[in-house]
């Protein structure tokens, strides 16, 4: 009789879930206080979703769904609002939870505060509290760098003090990656960077890319000064007849007297910054079918892409009745024209 009463009560025991036995704490994430107007109170419940989604990868511990934490507050006697700290507790109590997640934020002219606390279910002790303020624009950043807080501190491990990059360049306006990130343009300092090696890379058109991998300390400033290194291109200019008026190339000014006694010549020239720039030059113009004999004068210009190590061709077409400027090549000269025999070149330097 002994034997059938132990094996029922073992079965018993066994079919009866165990709420102690090898069971992940709870962490249970209530809506938060809106201390600002009336018209944020939506950010009240949308928080919450907001870091249940972060703290779901906090490992062993089981994150308690939203709605489920929603329907608990609803049957609770609440005056209005948020529940208080002490409503969220007895919630939490219901809900088997370990630790609960409560706040307050708000919002005025444009800047966003949010104050977020972790508590000990059972003993009501805070085992976390911080903030974060800045722009309404970075809202959602500082929910994502207080959730990363928080998992840290539930792992028992506090968050390193972060370091800072300050990045120089010689000339300024370089695009700057750190890890393969996008960060801004130089000079810029970066603050709240993990402590460790870090790959930087900087860009800027006709100069040659620079990278570097740099070690951020905790509460130090790394220092980066970097002179990039200017790629170039050559530039050759043709014309079919001698130039009547100055070449602007960009901010260089090619004048006349350049052009005088010129003749095909057999060297390229490869000294001038890569780059993007602007050919222009007044030539004039007149209609082959005019009476008039004095010509109109018209500026032309195109666009020009020197590529670093390359010969890039600019074609002045000055005959009186179609002058034009072309790159790469001539389709407005005259058909069968032999640019080695019948056009001049100049070399820039």
């Known amino acids: 009789m002994r034997k059938i009463f132990f094996l029922s009560f073992l079965l018993f025991v066994l079919a009866v879930p165990s709420a102690g036995f090898c069971a992940n704490p709870k962490l249970a994430v209530f809506p938060f206080e809106?201390?600002?107007?009336?018209?944020?109170?939506g950010l009240s419940s949308g928080l919450?979703?907001?870091f249940f989604t972060n703290l779901a990868?906090?490992?062993?511990i089981d994150i308690i769904d939203p709605q489920t934490v929603s329907e608990a507050v609803f049957r609770m006697p609440l005056t209005g609002g948020a529940p208080s700290v002490e409503d969220s507790l007895k919630a939490a109590k219901k809900l088997g939870a370990a630790y609960a997640v409560t706040g307050d934020y708000v919002i005025f002219g444009g800047r966003f505060r949010i104050d977020v606390r972790v508590y000990d279910v059972k003993t009501g002790a805070i085992k976390f509290i911080d903030k974060a303020q800045s722009t309404e624009n970075t809202m959602f950043d500082d929910v994502d760098k207080l959730s990363n807080k928080i998992i840290a501190a539930l792992a028992g491990v506090l968050p390193p003090v972060p370091g800072v990059m300050r990045v120089m360049t010689e000339p300024e306006g370089a695009r700057l990656y750190v890890d393969g990130e996008k960060s801004g343009i130089t000079p810029l300092s970066l603050k709240d960077l993990k402590p460790g090696m870090h790959r930087i890379r900087l860009r800027l058109s006709?100069?040659?890319e620079y990278r570097q991998k740099v070690e951020v300390v905790k509460g130090k400033t790394a220092k980066i000064h970097v002179k990039l290194v200017r790629l170039y291109g050559g530039v050759r200019i043709w014309w079919s007849q001698l130039p009547?008026?100055?070449?602007?190339f960009g901010s260089h000014t090619i004048s006349i007297g350049h052009f005088q006694n010129m003749y095909l010549a057999s060297k390229f020239c490869r000294n001038f910054p890569a780059g993007d720039y602007t050919v222009a030059v007044r030539m004039p113009y007149k209609e082959e079918s005019s009476w008039d004999p004095t010509p109109t004068?018209?500026?032309?210009?195109a666009g020009v892409d020197i590529t670093p190590g390359e010969v890039t061709d600019i074609y002045i077409n000055n005959n009186l009745y179609s002058p034009a400027i072309q790159v790469g090549a001539c389709g407005s000269c005259a058909p069968g024209w032999d640019f080695t025999t019948k056009m001049s070149w100049y070399e820039m330097k």
């Open 206 to 208: 006709g100069y040659q």
């Open 297 to 301: 004068w018209k500026t032309y210009s």
């Open 57 to 60: 990868k906090i490992n062993n």
């Open 34 to 41: 809106n201390n600002g107007q009336a018209k944020d109170r």
């Open 48 to 50: 919450p979703v907001m």
């Open 244 to 248: 009547s008026s100055d070449i602007a």
